[in-house]
């Protein structure tokens, strides 16, 4: 996904489609952070791996 949105940032069709990817991108890293914290509550508590 990360590199998806990097592509069409560099792409750069139009302001609003360069946005779009932007905010994107952003949220791409949130989310894996997210998942990232479950899953190492998970690991810790012996229920993941």
Do not use: Y
Not at 4 to 26: H, T, Y
Request: charged share 30%.
């Amino acid at each position: 996904m990360e590199q998806a949105c990097k592509d069409g940032i560099a792409d750069n069709l139009d302001p609003a489609c360069v946005k779009v990817f932007q905010r994107s991108l952003e949220h791409s890293w949130e989310i894996m952070k997210m998942a990232m914290t479950e899953m190492q509550s998970h690991m810790k508590k012996g229920k993941w791996g």
